[in-house]
């Protein structure tokens, strides 16, 4: 048996020799392209360079087997685009996050954020451990595409106003960004809800076309400006509290690949799911320090009346999407157990530390 | 060039053609075997059974071409000697976590757990953002070892109390099983620290030997039956807010793998810092409820006045740790300025949500 011939079976077989050692025409049938469509413009802090990362990750284990080719949100197709182009076979997988698609089912909502519900670490709790995997492969199995959970970008902010909101009557009228369950919620408490691009933004609040916005977090927020027009920063984000990424792969694509390469795609986002929610995490913190000593920028606290009555709006909002069909509310019921035991452990663990810690004023 | 021939060639070249499609002589020289000690007992709940999935998974990836193979704590080597097994090459790697090797630095000290510290999430930002990682590599080179950051086990409770402790006057005297920092804390303020292994707290606290220990949390206390003889289950441990574990390479057996292998490695390694930090979060809040509502264990929470009290003599014993070499005061004084950064972001993010969200009482 010759080395080619050898080399040649063994790539049939879904197997190759690592590059280095083989010659240059059995090594190109020996790679498997994979395209990666993204929701991100190139290099996006976060969430772009996460896509790089993964791919690379990817490609250096599988020694060169597999290469993951990343495009930015337009490259290939457009951002909200990318769900069908993988559905489709048009692109092979996609970076992207679950709520995009509630279109396609409301049930999408729930894998990503809900107004009041879990935090990031929660969330991975709740997919890993509890239902939540199951439940979001078999929705994706629908559109023959499979599923994995990325990282959590981190609790958002609750926006940038030019004006402090102190009660309800704050909101009326109030023009503000905010899209998703968040916006539908102030929007029934009588704000006016605009839904803009990102680079959108800031020559609305700028001209004063809307009142207020929010976007991410300090991270991303301070790239984009906002401090310069609105000076209120206000927290807790009630709307996003762990907003969680994806990757989807073409299911056809997926069931092809041998199973050791399906483990390095699987084990390599797990990963991104530390590490990028801890990019946030600290790069929160920094972005944080500047916004607030360098740009004077303002911190407001929403006051807990406010809260309260965000929160009803919420549980009437989430309750209503949770009831459009049988397995939605299957996904909105496993969702609701889940938060009451996480949130029930977090009351006493993270949440019960961090109020004990803050006694001592470090 | 024959096909045995070929596969010894790349054999010798660290490469080698997956499992299946070679001969058994080819296979057994292709595979490179690596010895995981571990500080548990076999099947350990979270953390044996995470040596064991992360072996699975990088034996996986690489298509069969590593092996790890797990060793519970005694079958290879007794569990705190797994760190001088693997610098002195007897075993490849170890599963283990760092504060156990504080004889050796007590900079270990601060890549585990710091009473009134980092929680695992802010942890892992400092480590992989910030210049965690960068100094503990450092540290363990002098070892010739090579660190991995692995999984954060979350906050640990308070522990379990036969009588409530409401002053510091409740302390004095007090015979509590906390070993490390924490335990040294308690120390300061009157108790009577002992340290005992696992299997040895349930017997002690029964015969009234001691009068409260420390474990864990709900999913590996619930196990061993605390319940049943101190009823008060005390919150929030201020003693490890996010007790996070390590993996250990030793450094010739890492620099002779492949970059793919190291890669595989690397990844596999991150992604249980997500995977059984969400294990701990869900069966924790599983525990709680059997706790709570199966065996009537009663919940207390340590009032402001002790905290502020256990926080004092906390910044005390840490800061004599951190002083002790020209080293550890650098990792001490990184570590400062993590927490002071990450904490702050923490109290309008993670803290400030999940306060607002109990507002709701869900």
Known sequence: ???????????????????????????????????????WPKNFPGQGTGAERLARRINTMSGGRLHVK???AGELVPAFQSFDAVSQGKAEMCHSASYYWQGKSPAFNFFTAVPFGLTGNEHYAWMHWGNGMKLWTELCDNFDLVPFMRASTGVQMGGWYRKEVNSLDDYKGLKFRMPGLGGEVLRRLGATVVNLPGGEIFPALQAGTIDGTEFVGPFNDLAFGFYKVAKFYYWPGFHEPGTVGEVLLNKKVWTSLP????????????????????????????????????????????????????????????????????????????????????????????????????????
């Open 1 to 39: 048996m010759k080395r080619r011939k050898f080399l040649k079976g063994a790539v049939a077989g879904g197997v190759a020799a690592a590059a280095g050692t083989v010659s240059a025409p059995a090594i190109s049938k020996s790679i498997k392209q994979l395209k990666m469509v993204t929701c």
């Open 70 to 72: 990343v495009y930015a």
């Open 259 to 362: 199973k050791e390469h399906q483990e390095i795609i699987n084990v390599a986002v797990d990963a991104e799911a530390m590490l990028e929610y801890a990019e946030f995490n600290y790069k929160n913190g920094d972005a944080l320090d500047v916004l607030l000593n360098k740009h004077g920028v303002q911190l407001r606290k929403f006051n807990d009346d406010l809260l309260k009555e965000f929160g009803k709006a919420t549980e009437e909002v989430v309750a209503e999407i949770g009831s459009k069909d049988p397995f939605t509310k299957k996904v909105y019921e496993s969702y609701l157990a889940a938060r009451k035991k996480l949130s029930g452990w977090s009351a006493l663990g993270e949440q019960g530390y961090m109020n004990a810690r803050s006694l001592l004023k470090l």
